[in-house]
């Protein structure tokens, strides 16, 4: 999608070091980390919300867990834990409208979430 900016930075035209890239999906550091881990794991196909995730996208949804495992055992967080979190729509807080997977951990995590 041309007026994207995760679209964008998967294309190269914003850059981010990406941590994590495959045909499906990449992943990359939060600008604005709110806790010492935090990384974005993003779906290379736009979807806005995950309302529009069709059985069809669901194999490549699935890699996201292996992407996850991964970046856990990467970063160290598999010992301790970490927060997978997808916000949905304006009243969950969601400000960028291509779906992604927020990879949080390094300090202890309250709950319920704010
Ligand atoms: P949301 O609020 O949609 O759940 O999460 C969007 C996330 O994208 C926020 O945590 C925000 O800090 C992050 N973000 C926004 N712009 C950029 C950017 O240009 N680069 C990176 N790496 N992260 C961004
Ligand atoms: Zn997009």
Redesign the pocket.
Known sequence: MSDC??CK?NEGS?P?EKIYDDNGVFA???????APV?F?IIPKKHFSTILEVKETDHEMIGSIYSVANQLAKKSGLDQTGFRI???CGAE??????HI?Y?FLGGRVLKWPPG
């Open positions: 900016l995760f930075i914003i981010a990359i550091k939060d600008i604005n980390p709110q935090h974005l979190v997808l916000n969950a807080g969601q400000s960028v409208f992604h927020h």
